[in-house]
């Protein structure tokens, strides 16, 4: 089964679009919905974290659909923060596996074809 096709908004932002524009020239252009709001419900310090982990991602990744996610991981972080020596790997696990499909780990970024950025200039580059 082939991959899935990149969504134009993520081929924008690691410059694949700009490298091929053939390939995404018949992709709905359409922007998605921005990550919604913390729910209500959750409690002071997990509505902070949602909006850390908000303001931590790439900018233009996280949408709406991706709000359930962010919850989850607000709720496992703020859990974490309480109490870091009662935490069950379990839970950890869970909490790394959301941080990396969300794109806040450098293994999460590099799916999204995101490299960082090089602040070290090779000296022989003019060879």
Do not use: W
């Amino acid at each position: 089964m082939p991959r899935h096709k990149k969504p134009h908004h993520l081929a924008l932002l690691d410059g694949s679009a700009k490298t091929n524009p053939a390939r995404y020239a018949k992709q709905d252009r359409q922007h998605p919905e921005p990550l919604a709001e913390p729910p209500s419900y959750l409690s002071e310090a997990e509505r902070t974290i949602y909006r850390e982990i908000e303001a931590t991602a790439l900018p233009g990744l996280l949408q709406r659909s991706d709000s359930v996610c962010v919850e989850l991981a607000a709720g496992l972080l703020c859990q974490y923060r309480d109490d870091p020596t009662g935490f069950p790997a379990s839970k950890l696990t869970l909490l790394r596996g959301f941080f990396r499909d969300l794109g806040l780990t450098p293994d999460g970024r590099q799916r999204f074809g995101i490299a960082p950025e090089s602040k070290h200039e090779n000296e022989f580059d003019v060879f």
